[in-house]
C-alpha cells in the first residue's frame, strides 16, 4: 500500500497549476512538442478525470440505491427501475474508460475484477445457495465478496439480478424465488439475491473509487481515505504520483514517459488500439466467427440487460473522446491528437476521422438491427462492425507510429 497525505496531495496539485501556467515549463520544447503537451494537457482532465469521477459517482449511487433496497421487506418496481438506470449509466461510464486500460485499471488488476464475463453461473447458483455465504454477505458487505469467487463479481454479477432477457427484472421475481433453470430445486430467494448485488456493488464502488484515485490528484478525500486506510488498496505509482500526474510531468523526473510523442504514441497504442483491436477481435469476434479456434458461442459481454452493442459503441467512443481531447465531444478540440495530426501534416488524419465516424456508425446500425448481438452474433451488421473497427485500429497504429518519429 502506497499511502498519500492530504498535504502532499495539495502540493501536488498546486505544482501542477503553476507548471501548467509557466512559460519557462515549455522551453527547449519544439512546437510539435508543445501541441502535444497542450493535447495531453486537455485530454487527461477533461477525458479521464471526467469519466473516471463519473463512474465513481454512479457506482457510488447504484451501492446506495441497493443498499436501501436490502432493507425493505418487499421491492417495488420503480425502485428496481431506479436500479437499473443508474447500473447502465455506471455501465457506460466504465465502456467509455476502456481506452485508457493502461494505467491503473490494468496494473491494479481492476479490469478483469469488475468486468470479467461470462457469468460463471454454476459458482454464483452455489453461493446463492449457501446460507452461510449469504449470511456473510449481508453482514460484512464487499468485505465477504472473496467467497463468491471472481468470475460471480462486478457489473455482470450484478447485471444477472437486476436484468433477464433484455428488461429490468420484474418485482415479482425478486419478491419470490429464482426460476432460472440453473436455479431448480435450490429454493434461492429473491432476497439473498439482493442481498448478494449490494456486497458486489460495494465491492464495485471500492474498485472504481480506486481508479478515480489513482489518476486525479483532486479525488475528493473520503475516497482517497476509504482506498488507502480502510482497504489497503493502491493509489500511487511507485514514484509517488497519481497516472494522471505520471502523464502530465512526461520528460520529467519520476514520469515514465520520456518524451510527448512517446507519451502521445502510448495513448493511441496501449489504450487507443489496444481497446479498438478487442472490440473488433475479441467482444465480437470470438461469439460472431463460428469456424473460428476461439469460437466461443457464451463469450457475450452483457448478455442478460442485452446491452453489448451499446457497450461495443462505448468502447469506440472511449477512442473519439480520446483523439478529440474531451468527453462528449463529436469534433476535435483546439488542443487535442486528432487537432494535432490535422494540423501537422499527417496524410492519413482525414481518412483516420472518416474511420472513426464509420466504426461508430457500424455499431450505430448493429443497434438499430432490432436484435441484440446476443441473439444473433453471426449477424451481418456485426461483420460489418468488425470490418470497419478493424480500419480504425490500423489508422491508430500508423498514426502512433507517425509521432514516435517526430
Keep these: 500500500m502506497k499511502k498519500k497525505l492530504l498535504g502532499v496531495l495539495a502540493l501536488s496539485v498546486l505544482a ?14 519544439t512546437s510539435q512538442e508543445k501541441a502535444l503537451k497542450a493535447a495531453v494537457e486537455s485530454y487527461v482532465p477533461n477525458v479521464i478525470y471526467k469519466i473516471y469521477g463519473n463512474l465513481a459517482d454512479e457506482t457510488e449511487t447504484l451501492y446506495n440505491q441497493l443498499s436501501a433496497l436490502k432493507e425493505k ?17 455506471a455501465r457506460k461510464w466504465w465502456e467509455q474508460s476502456e481506452a485508457f486500460l493502461y494505467g491503473a485499471a490494468t496494473a491494479y488488476g481492476i479490469d478483469p475484477h469488475i468486468d470479467s464475463w461470462p457469468l460463471d453461473k454454476d459458482k454464483l447458483v452455489k453461493s446463492l445457495s449457501n446460507a452461510e455465504t449469504i449470511a456473510d454477505l449481508d453482514a460484512e458487505g464487499a468485505g465477504a465478496v472473496d467467497e463468491v469467487g471472481a468470475a460471480s463479481l462486478g457489473f455482470h454479477g450484478i447485471e444477472f439480478i437486476i436484468f433477464r432477457n433484455g428488461a429490468n427484472r420484474k418485482a415479482s421475481a425478486l419478491n419470490g424465488v429464482e426460476d432460472d433453470e440453473a436455479f431448480a430445486g435450490r429454493n434461492v430467494t429473491g432476497k439473498s439475491e439482493v442481498i448478494f448485488a449490494t456486497a458486489v456493488a460495494e465491492d464495485l464502488r471500492n474498485y472504481c473509487f480506486e481508479l478515480q484515485a489513482a489518476w486525479d490528484p483532486a479525488c475528493p478525500a473520503d475516497r482517497v481515505k476509504l482506498v488507502e486506510d480502510e482497504l489497503e488498496l493502491n493509489t500511487l505509482m511507485d514514484s509517488g504520483l497519481t497516472y494522471g500526474e505520471n502523464l502530465l510531468q512526461t520528460g ?7 518524451s510527448w510523442p512517446e507519451a502521445v504514441s502510448s495513448i493511441l497504442v496501449a489504450g487507443c488500439s489496444n481497446i479498438c483491436n478487442e472490440v473488433a477481435n475479441t467482444k465480437i469476434g470470438t461469439a460472431h466467427y463460428v469456424n473460428s479456434q476461439d469460437y466461443d458461442p457464451d463469450y457475450i459481454e452483457s448478455p442478460y440487460s442485452k446491452k453489448s452493442y451499446q457497450d461495443f ?28 495530426l490535422k494540423d501537422n501534416g499527417w496524410a492519413k488524419a482525414a481518412e483516420m476521422e472518416s474511420a472513426l465516424k464509420a466504426a461508430v456508425a457500424s455499431l450505430d446500425a448493429c443497434l438499430a438491427s432490432g436484435k441484440a448481438f446476443v ?26 507510429d507517425w509521432i514516435s518519429k517526430l
Design 375 to 400: 441473439d444473433d452474433p453471426a449477424a451481418a451488421v456485426a461483420e460489418t462492425a468488425i470490418v470497419k473497427i478493424n480500419a480504425l485500429d490500423a489508422l491508430l497504429n500508423e498514426a502512433a
Design 252 to 258: 520529467k523526473a519520476g514520469s515514465t514517459y520520456r
Design 313 to 340: 459503441k462505448d468502447n469506440i467512443l472511449s477512442i473519439q473522446y480520446s483523439l478529440y481531447g474531451g468527453q462528449g465531444l463529436d469534433s476535435a478540440a483546439s488542443a487535442s491528437v486528432m487537432q494535432f
Design 16 to 29: 501542477l497549476v503553476s507548471c501548467n501556467k509557466d512559460p519557462k515549463a515549455d522551453a527547449g520544447l
Design 73 to 89: 421487506d418487499t421491492y417495488a418496481q420503480a425502485d428496481i427501475a431506479k436500479i437499473c438506470a443508474t447500473f447502465l449509466s
